[in-house]
């Protein structure tokens, strides 16, 4: 008895610890955050060309072969770790990444921030209950659905309505609806609110399953906004990007400052994409919160650029009916 009473209340004092370290590290990481805003606002960007210094991998956009994957490799619904695999930067297998591994390749191939790079593995590690420190994944096990992986994504079908549930391909069906949307010759802002609202209607409209929370949702822009403020918006880049998961020659990321993307910095974006996601109350809901809206686009609008009116696919009912 004394024993399980130990236990119960060990189990207790370990999860508040927990929490309380969690709480202290995402602190820690947003002053740092801004201490790099700050930094950044303070310092030249670099010029076109010379981002990554000579000697390190992509210096001057000369990027190591693309392979595509091959039989058995891992890969995962992000186009930017598969490109990177693709291109040996991260392993070829995709497999066996540690974290830490995750974070510096990152950095140092996209120019992010390096509060974001350390966030993002960490905040992984802890979706899948493994240590950032000593830890390693497979490209696939980012795609664990509603971790960081949602319904609605731009670029690949729902985790319910796709063959086997699989993530680790692009859907070039998805990608053409996108540039079907692209009118100038640069991707905008604009363009990716107006595709997550249409790819927001119609997967609730299609998913039997479907599920978006206020969280997902901005995880969701927070990835248009990563891809616009480190592709630029160049379609070239953005289809050899998004069809092949493969970097152009030349490639260097959009964001040219010292300190690269800080997580504050692209929030500004992120505002601007939901902003722009016209959304209606959710019929069941009624409560007219952003958590519980849609994209507000109608079936044709949908259609004309997904392709039909799919049937909405629903779990099997268990008595047949
Ligand atoms: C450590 C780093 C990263 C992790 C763990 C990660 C994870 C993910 C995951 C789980 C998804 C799927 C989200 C969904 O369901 O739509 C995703 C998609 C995406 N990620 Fe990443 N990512 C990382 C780095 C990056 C970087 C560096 C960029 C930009 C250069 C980026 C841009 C994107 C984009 C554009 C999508 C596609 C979203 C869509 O289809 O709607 N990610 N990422």
């Not at 929490?19 to 201490?35: C, E, F, P």
């Not at 901005?218 to 998961?245: H, Q, V």
Request: with cysteine; glycine share 10%; proline share 5%.
């Amino acid at each position: 008895m004394v024993n399980v009473v130990f236990n119960a209340i060990s189990r207790i004092v370990l999860g508040i610890t927990d929490s309380v370290v969690h709480a202290l590290t995402v602190g820690y990481i947003l002053v740092w955050d801004n201490g790099l805003i700050l930094l950044n606002t303070l310092s030249w960007s670099k010029r076109k060309g010379s981002l990554i210094p000579p000697g390190h991998v992509g210096h001057g956009g000369n990027w190591p072969a693309y392979i595509p994957p091959g039989e058995g490799d891992s890969r995962c619904a992000c186009p930017a770790l598969n490109a990177m695999a693709n291109h040996g930067i991260l392993p070829r297998d995709g497999r066996n990444i540690p974290f830490t591994e995750l974070n510096r390749a990152t950095r140092a191939t996209y120019n992010f921030s390096p509060s974001f790079c350390f966030y993002v593995p960490l905040y992984m590690a802890g979706v899948l209950g493994r240590s950032y420190h000593n830890g390693t994944l497979d490209l696939e096990d980012i795609s664990v659905h509603n971790g960081i992986e949602h319904d609605a994504s731009l670029f690949r079908h729902d985790t319910y309505l796709a063959e086997n549930g699989d993530q680790s391909k692009p859907c070039p069906d998805l990608v053409d609806g996108f540039f079907k949307i692209v009118k100038g010759d640069k991707v905008t802002v604009d363009d990716l609110a107006k595709y997550s609202e249409i790819r927001r209607a119609s997967s609730r409209r299609d998913n039997g399953q479907f599920t978006l929370s206020t969280f997902h949702k901005l995880f969701a822009s927070s990835n248009c906004a990563t891809l616009i403020r480190i592709m630029g918006g160049d379609i070239p880049a953005l289809k050899a990007w998004l069809y092949e998961e493969r970097l152009i020659d030349g490639f260097e990321s959009a964001t040219r400052k010292p300190w690269g993307l800080t997580m504050g910095s692209f929030q500004t974006t992120v505002l601007r994409i939901e902003a722009g996601i016209r959304a209606v109350p959710s019929e069941d809901s009624g409560l007219g919160d952003l958590g519980s809206t849609y994209g507000q686009a109608g079936v044709s609008e949908t259609s004309a650029l997904l392709g039909g009116e799919s049937a909405r696919k629903r779990v099997p009912q268990v008595n047949g009916e």
